[in-house]
């Protein structure tokens, strides 16, 4: 569980919001209705069976959504939850319901439960951005969605709303980076002629690569725009992609006329204003990248901006006038998780953890990256900080399964204060007991043979 979950909880921001109101996902091993190895007559369902029943709750749950029938969506929510409690898409879609009826309190209770039972969800975390994002909370937003994104890097609707929170924050560099992220993970989000009125706002503003970026989209969605296709060409040419402009040329000559689409009229945040003339009628889809697009133009968001615009002294640096916060590194940590590099978030999360040792999201985020880079043993140690902070907002199974982990580890001590903690939270957690009672009385064996 994250920290701040003590005095906060889990809303989407609209009907946009980043996941939030997707239909159920389907997993790939989905449950059964059919009888497994019982020739016999069942009175009631069996376990698995009571879950496929749920799971059809779930999917009526969502239609009833769609249809904003929401007496009908809460309760299909709550038949699903009665065959099956760890049915985390049934909490989602409740969750929603109660915020659209404008009650944020209930739905926050029950985000809070979808997020317990699934600590790991970027979708929860993109809830909570969309909550504090709603209250233009959004430095708390920034984290949230930033944690929404290292878990699931292809979440094209969080970086959208990192763009939007970045622009707000003043940083349009940081904007420009995630909304040509979400682009490139969704490139039929916006209409060609957006694209080129776009495009041609960062070419005036000198920054062509982006500007290149935009343009290449526009012209995959409409191949016969000629104008902006000769404008992409011209742009090419000035960034010396040779390659490109060849290949765009080469479109612009077997195109006949056609009239240039007319660029949108400017707005103070013009990254906000491109976004709210997304399609919204349909779902994006998950496009394959545009197949014109050079291996320079399709590249991580930190590689598109000019190498002096994304060196950690001008973009990335903790915020202005706490040099030394903890908060900062952590959010600094963040953003370079966001952008996959790797090893710099560790520094910055260890830097974080270092100037202030209470900080747990600091501790939880430390152990995601670690287990990215393949540094188990690391990211092990790193969530018992976490959990050892704050013992209450962890399970009592993942606290025993943590001991067991941390044993592997010859960490016995750290391993009887897991125990012990869940222990306190569920004294009737067997397991625990015994495996405590051992490790106690092996390490008083250890000691007589120390003093001995």
């Not at 779930?58 to 249809?67: G, P």
């Not at 979400?182 to 916006?190: G, H, K, R, W």
């Not at 960490?411 to 204060?417: F, H, L, M, P, T």
Request: proline letters at 6%; aromatic letters at 8%.
């Amino acid at each position: 569980m994250n920290s701040t979950l003590k005095s906060s909880t889990l809303v989407p921001i609209n009907k946009q919001s980043v996941n939030s109101l997707q239909p159920p996902s389907r997993q790939t091993s989905q449950p059964s209705l059919a009888l497994i190895n019982s020739p016999e007559r069942l009175e009631r369902p069996n376990q698995q069976q009571k879950k496929a029943i749920a799971q059809i709750y779930v999917e009526q749950a969502w239609i009833y959504f769609q249809d904003r029938n929401w007496r009908d969506a809460i309760a299909a929510c709550k038949n699903a939850l009665q065959l099956n409690s760890q049915n985390t898409d049934a909490y989602k879609i409740f969750g929603n319901v109660l915020k659209i009826k404008g009650k944020k309190a209930e739905a926050l209770g029950i985000y809070a439960k979808a997020l317990e039972i699934d600590p790991n969800s970027a979708a929860i975390y993109a809830n909570l951005g969309s909550f504090y994002a709603e209250q233009k909370n959004w430095q708390q937003a920034l984290d949230y969605y930033q944690q929404a994104v290292i878990i699931d890097p292809r979440l094209a609707g969080a970086y959208r709303s990192l763009a939007r929170i970045w622009e707000e924050l003043g940083d349009t560099q940081q904007a420009l980076e995630c909304l040509c992220q979400a682009v490139n993970l969704e490139p039929e989000t916006f209409p060609a002629a957006e694209y080129f009125s776009f495009g041609d706002r960062l070419y005036q503003h000198g920054q062509l690569k982006e500007a290149s970026i935009f343009y290449i989209h526009g012209v995959e969605l409409d191949p016969q725009a000629e104008a902006p296709l000769a404008k992409l060409v011209k742009i090419l040419e000035e960034l010396e992609d040779w390659q490109q402009a060849v290949i765009f040329y080469h479109r612009l000559m077997s195109l006949s006329n056609g009239e240039t689409p007319q660029p949108t009229s400017a707005a103070n945040r013009p990254i906000k204003d491109l976004l709210s003339k997304s399609n919204k009628k349909t779902k994006p889809q998950k496009a394959a990248p545009v197949k014109a697009i050079a291996p320079a133009a399709a590249k991580a968001p930190s590689q598109l901006l000019p190498k002096s615009e994304t060196s950690a002294g001008k973009v990335f640096r903790p915020a202005a006038g706490q040099p030394n916060s903890a908060i900062s590194w952590n959010n600094l940590g963040s953003t370079y998780a966001q952008k996959q590099k790797w090893l710099k978030a560790i520094s910055c999360y260890q830097e974080a953890v270092d100037l202030d040792p209470n900080l747990t999201k600091a501790y939880r985020n430390l152990a995601r990256v670690y287990n990215k880079v393949g540094k188990k043993d690391r990211a092990i140690l790193s969530w018992y900080e976490a959990f050892n902070l704050e013992p209450n907002l962890v399970k009592p199974q993942e606290h025993f399964a943590l001991a067991q982990r941390l044993l592997q580890l010859s960490q016995v001590d750290k391993a009887i204060a897991c125990l012990q903690h869940a222990l306190e939270l569920q004294p009737d957690f067997e397991s625990a007991r015994s495996a405590l009672t051992k490790l106690q009385k092996r390490q008083e064996k250890t000691n007589e043979v120390k003093a001995g």
